[in-house]
């Protein structure tokens, strides 16, 4: 039930956000944090002769992202598979694009990871984090995330902190777009 939830209510938040970005259709594309699998089957939708490839540390995420893409699985386009971002099992270079919707937020080590994920980009690869909660944003959701960002081991950062995680990371070509009236963030980068 969650995991539905999930997929319904990020699924606007998810359609702006790629728009900030290009899927080509030739594109490999990895969706770090894939939970229900809506953002999976959105980016299959776009690289229609590239692969998708879905990872989440929850054994629940991965069976209902399985479910979900079942079809494009069969196809050989989608995989899904059990995995943490702080230690890709892909190797160096791999994706053209890679995105992380409603995740960075738990990753468990923001600087890290972001290292790692940069790892299995492509020379020039991008990233593309999307979130519907920034720390300073004046939406009501960012707010109540930001009071209880401590007790829940939510890192919220600003636009500005973004950016110089993305910079301290190694990335180039940073760009953060806001939503503000809705409290929505996407950053994206090239490795």
């Not at 050989?76 to 971002?85: F, N, T």
């Not at 694009?97 to 492509?122: F, G, M, N």
Request: glycine share 8%.
């Amino acid at each position: 039930m969650v995991l539905w939830l999930m997929n319904r209510s990020h699924s606007s938040v998810t359609d702006w956000g790629l728009t900030h970005v290009s899927v080509g259709p030739h594109d490999v594309v990895l969706d770090v944090g894939c939970g229900g699998g809506r953002t999976v089957s959105k980016l299959a939708a776009k690289a229609m002769q590239g692969k998708v490839y879905g990872v989440d540390y929850s054994e629940e995420s991965v069976a209902a992202s399985t479910r979900r893409n079942a079809h494009e699985i069969a196809a050989g386009r989608v995989e899904i598979a059990l995995g943490s971002v702080s230690q890709l099992s892909f190797p160096d270079g791999m994706f053209d694009l890679i995105t992380a919707v409603e995740t960075h937020i738990w990753w468990p080590d923001l600087p890290s990871d972001l290292r790692e994920v940069r790892r299995v980009l492509k020379p020039s690869g991008q990233l593309a984090i999307i979130s519907e909660v920034y720390k300073g944003a004046r939406a009501r959701t960012s707010r109540v995330a930001e009071i209880y960002a401590r007790r829940t081991g939510m890192t919220l950062l600003t636009p500005d902190e973004h950016r110089r995680q993305f910079t301290d990371a190694g990335y180039s070509d940073v760009q953060i777009v806001v939503e503000e009236t809705k409290g929505w963030i996407c950053a994206t980068a090239r490795s």
